[in-house]
């Protein structure tokens, strides 16, 4: 006989259903950063259960090495509160944070971040470095990672895996009309 409910739907507070929504929705705008050819990543800032910023990967289109997903997303979010402090906010980012979008986070004094993938190469909320929780830090970010992880991975090597390919039909063209 079936069950009447699924345990691991039964396991998860309402919290944590809440973390995984909105990380669906950081997903959403991390596939509009590969529409527009950058690396998927995408970011949501909440601020009492409602979405103040929202941003996606695209320094190549803009020409600016700073528009990381995050960087995108606390300044829409800082002129939605006509404030430079994001108090009380909750930061959504499909990849673990950089090294400048951590710093971002301690001046913009949000509460928590919460992150999908892990960043090995790069990541700053632990991995590489841990600048959020830095000891004498004078802010301290709440550190939350993991959610929706396998989605949020997966996107990243499926795009480099597509750009991969795309890389190697191109060589083997040029290849071909160069004889
Ligand atoms: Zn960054």
């Not at 998860?12 to 669906?24: A, G, I, K, P």
């Not at 632990?126 to 929780?133: A, E, H, K, Q, T």
Request: charged share 20%; hydrophobic share 40%; proline share 4%.
């Amino acid at each position: 006989m079936r069950p009447l409910f699924r345990l691991e739907y039964a396991a998860l507070s309402d919290l944590e259903l809440n973390h995984e929504y909105w990380m669906r929705h950081a997903l959403q705008l991390a596939k509009r950063a590969w529409e527009e050819g950058e690396v998927p990543v995408g970011a949501v800032l909440v601020h009492n259960n409602q979405v103040i910023g929202e941003g996606w990967n695209r320094p190549i289109g803009r020409h600016d090495p700073t528009a990381h997903a995050e960087i995108m997303a606390l300044r829409q979010g800082g002129l939605v509160l006509q404030n430079y402090r994001l108090l009380d906010t909750i930061l959504y980012v499909t990849l673990e944070p950089c090294v400048m979008c951590s710093g971002a986070m301690i001046h913009s004094r949000i509460g928590t971040v919460v992150y999908g993938a892990r960043d090995e190469k790069t990541g700053a909320a632990g991995s590489l470095l841990d600048v959020l929780r830095h000891p004498g830090m004078n802010h301290q970010v709440n550190v939350m990672g993991g959610v929706l992880a396998p989605a949020c991975s997966e996107m990243l090597s499926e795009f480099f895996r597509m750009r991969r390919q795309q890389k190697k039909r191109q060589k083997a063209e040029s290849k071909l009309s160069g004889e």
